[in-house]
């Protein structure tokens, strides 16, 4: 117990008297030994480094997951060094719900059909999205924390030894000047005393006492150099790794940006096919579904201006025509209009978005922004719907309107 408090006492010293050496150099009443210029600038580049790989690391961690709780969730794992849980992906779940919801409404139905074929989809990138987020974080963001972890509180440890060598050597240097100072001034005013009549005193020679204080503290401080110069080197070694470590963390970036090609190639060709196997459905079967502009001919001629195009969750179909751009003529020739009934159901209010001047007695002249009636007929061309205005009638581009309701 004895031994725990005189070192408690000593340790406690010891900080006092460097708490007291800083803040005289922090007040410019104190001289600072100052690190040479070489490891000033490791010192530089290694905080440098370290606060942009923080600052990369922790916003990756934002991107491949966005959720603040989950991170927490995986923080704590990580701290306890338990086994983060599996957990699905956003793409998986709404894969999930959209082949529950076809065994719901019925699987032979057009949407249930569909809901099956675009969920499968899902699913997959749902499947590519967690594989890339397992690669990146092994990696990627492992060898970031595990520099920020490991090597970086290393240094940091170390860094805070030599700050007190060379607080300490600051003290020493102090000393020594203190001690020869008075030295000079003792050797100047010797201290021969005869104080009392009947004892005459000759006291010690106060020189030879700072003489004797003057070499202690220069071997205190030949010590202290030793130290302070030993743990310098000891820190320039380890600041000088901060180049393996930018090669390092080169290769893992690499590794980052080839998972991230190898994801979005991933989801491009998953949408692609998703595309195609949409578009192959029988027009006839899902009439207001994605229409295929797979026909390089048809697909050349899309217009820009109904690229907006308007069935719901729907890209346009590309349309061609020789009188029009961007319409298709109907192939079966002039509709017979008047002989068609509106349907007790399937009708639709639409917008018109852009002018239309019809081409024969078959189509319906539009103006934007008016309110007509559509619907489909069986064997209607799918780029194509019955408009009803009042008592007129005709058929109108669909590209040309915006379904309602």
């Known amino acids: 117990m004895d031994f725990n408090l005189k070192k408690l006492t000593s340790d406690a010293g ?33 905080d440098c480094t370290k606060n942009w790989t923080e600052k ?16 927490i969730e995986e923080f704590f794992y990580e701290k306890l060094d338990k086994k983060i849980p599996s957990r699905t992906t956003n793409g998986e779940l709404l894969g999930q719900y959209m082949l529950d919801a076809a065994k719901d409404f019925g699987p032979g139905t057009p949407y ?26 092994i990696n990627f963001l492992t060898p970031l924390r595990n520099f920020l ?27 020594v000047k203190k001690a020869k ?18 004892n005459y005193v000759l006291s010690a020679s106060a020189s030879a006492l700072w003489s004797e204080e003057v070499d ?21 070694l380890l600041l000088e790794g901060i180049s393996s470590t930018h090669v390092n963390h080169l290769r893992c970036l690499h590794e980052f940006v080839e998972a991230q090609a190898t994801y979005y190639a991933q989801c491009h060709q998953y949408m692609q096919d998703l595309q195609k196997e949409l578009s192959s459905a029988n027009s006839d079967t899902y009439p207001n579904s994605f229409a295929s502009n797979a026909n390089p001919s048809t697909s050349a001629t899309c217009p820009s201006p109904v690229s907006s195009a308007t069935l719901p969750g729907v890209s346009p179909p590309c349309l061609a025509s020789t009188s029009t751009p961007g319409i298709a003529r109907d192939p079966s020739g002039p509709l017979k209009i008047l ?30 922004d008016e309110l007509i009636t559509v619907y489909t007929v ?26 309602l309701s």
């Open 112 to 137: 249930g059909s569909t809901l099956i074929t675009v969920g499968e989809y899902q699913s997959r990138l749902g499947g590519a999205e967690r594989e890339f987020l397992q690669t990146s974080a």
């Open 149 to 175: 972890e490991g090597d970086w509180r290393t240094i940091s440890k170390e860094r805070r030894l030599l700050e007190n060598r060379r607080l300490d050597l600051d003290i020493c240097k102090a000393r």
């Open 216 to 236: 202690k503290a220069e071997q205190e401080l030949r010590v202290a150099q030793t130290e302070f110069d030993r743990q310098a080197e000891v820190t320039r």
């Open 56 to 71: 990369i690391f922790r916003q990756t961690e934002v991107l491949l997951q966005p959720n603040p709780s989950a991170r």
């Open 378 to 403: 069986p064997g209607m061309d799918p780029d194509w719907l019955v408009g009803e205005r009042g008592n007129q009638k005709g058929k109108v581009p669909v590209t040309y309107l915006e379904l």
């Open 14 to 46: 010891v900080f006092f008297t460097r708490a007291v050496q800083f803040t005289e150099e922090r007040l410019g009443s104190a001289e600072k030994t100052e690190l040479d210029a070489h490891l000033e600038n490791l010192i530089a580049r290694a």
């Open 181 to 198: 100072q008075a030295e000079a001034k003792a050797a100047a005013e010797p201290d021969f005393q005869e104080t009392r009549p009947r």
């Open 339 to 368: 002989d068609v009934q509106q349907p007790s159901t399937g009708h639709r209010k639409a917008k018109v978005l852009y002018d239309y001047d019809a081409h024969d007695t078959s189509e319906l002249s539009l103006l934007a």
